[in-house]
Every structure is written in structure tokens, then in C-alpha cells.
């Protein structure tokens, strides 16, 4: 089934909740109320022309730099400088940040990607764990590399990093410490020479020259 009639059905289902059926770029997306995800990814899987009984992706989206209709540049997220120290800006993010979920259905062949978009200050988006197991490894990853908390996961904990890391590294405008648990950061000095330096050696009669 084509991917607008799939937005059609679902549309039909949520109601207002269907934000609209963007088909420019390089994948078509469906935007939906953060608060109806659950419901939306219930009648997908459930509803009989559809079947998507998998979750092939769920990804977390910081719009830092771009506005609410897409335009705009994006924001590069800081690092290492190429002395290796953390790059550092006193700038703040301003983007929402949001989940785009990819499905498939393995009985019809059709993909599907639905997107929600939420505000930086809160951050919260309902689990479909319940729907499709395998978000909550796709939940937990997005909470700990964009700050993006699930409501009603079960088991909401960090999955790279530790569980007092303070931040979330795929944020924009993160910043990366300089140390963690007094252990050093930094990198290498990339301008630097990877040679050790020799002595120079002395000048002197070549050996076996008559004098």
C-alpha cells in the first residue's frame, strides 16, 4: 500500500492527531501528537491492511537550527578541538527535538515512517514498548543520547553511558568534559608530530678523507 493511503487510514483513526503527510525529500513521513504515538502505532500494527508488526528503527532528532517548517541549517555538534581539548560555545540549543519511527510489514511489504516533534524543556514522548518490544532498546538509547524520556517504559535507564553521565551527547549543544571520574578526556594533539625528535648530528671530516 502506498504510504499516503497508509497516512489516510491512520488519519481516520487519530483524528486531529494526524498533523499531516509530508512526501518531499528523501523519505515520506506521517507527523503525529506525541500524546496519540501509542494509539497510532497500536492501529498500525493491529489493523488488519496494514500488519506492521515491526519496528525496524527509532531514532531521536534534535532540530537545532531549523524552524518548524524544516528550513533553516543545521547545527554541528561539538568535539575535540585538533589539539584534542573539547571544543567549547556559550551557545544554547533552541530546536525541538523529536522520534521518527520506521516500520514494516513483513506479510504486506510496506514500509511506513511516523514522526513526533516535542519542545527541548519537555522532552517527553509516550513508550510503544508495549507494542513492539524491540523499542525498548531503541527507547533507552534515544533517552540517553538526546535526553528524550519515555513515559512509561519500564526500564528507562541509560545504555552507553553511565547513569550519573551528566548531559546527552547527541544534543546539539552539548559540550564533552574535559575529564569523568578523574579520568582524562582529551585527545591526542593532532598538529603535533607522531615522531620522536632525533639529535642533530654533528658536522665533522667525512671518515677516511685526507686532510
Known amino acids: 500500500m502506498e504510504q499516503k493511503a497508509i497516512y489516510e487510514l491512520l488519519a481516520g483513526k487519530i483524528g486531529a492527531a494526524a498533523l499531516g503527510f509530508n512526501d518531499e525529500g528523501v523519505e515520506s513521513y506521517a507527523e503525529v501528537a506525541p500524546e496519540k504515538i501509542a494509539e497510532a502505532a497500536l492501529f498500525l500494527r493491529d489493523e488488519e491492511q496494514l500488519g506492521f508488526n515491526q519496528l525496524m528503527c527509532l531514532s531521536g532528532i534534535d532540530w537545532d537550527g ?89 526500564d528507562l535507564r541509560r545504555m552507553l553511558l553511565e547513569e550519573d553521565w551528566v548531559g546527552h551527547p547527541l544534543r546539539k549543544d552539548y559540550q564533552m568534559p574535559g575529564q569523568w571520574e578523574q579520568v582524562p578526556l582529551e585527545g591526542k594533539d593532532m598538529t603535533a608530530s607522531p615522531f620522536t625528535p632525533t639529535s642533530t648530528p654533528t658536522t665533522g671530516p667525512t671518515p677516511g678523507a685526507e686532510g
Open 66 to 154: 531549523f524552524d518548524e517548517n524544516g528550513k533553516g541549517k543545521s547545527v554541528a555538534i561539538l568535539g575535540y578541538s585538533a589539539d584534542g581539548k573539547p571544543e567549547t560555545s556559550d551557545r544554547v540549543g533552541e530546536g525541538d527535538l523529536g522520534v521518527a519511527y520506521s516500520l514494516y510489514s513483513h506479510e504486506k511489504k510496506h514500509k511506513f515512517t511516523m514522526r513526533v516533534r516535542v519542545s527541548r524543556e519537555r522532552a517527553v514522548v509516550p513508550t510503544v514498548i508495549d507494542v513492539w518490544s524491540t523499542a525498548g532498546w531503541h527507547e533507552r538509547e534515544a533517552w540517553d543520547l538526546l535526553g528524550i524520556r519515555f513515559e512509561g517504559h519500564p
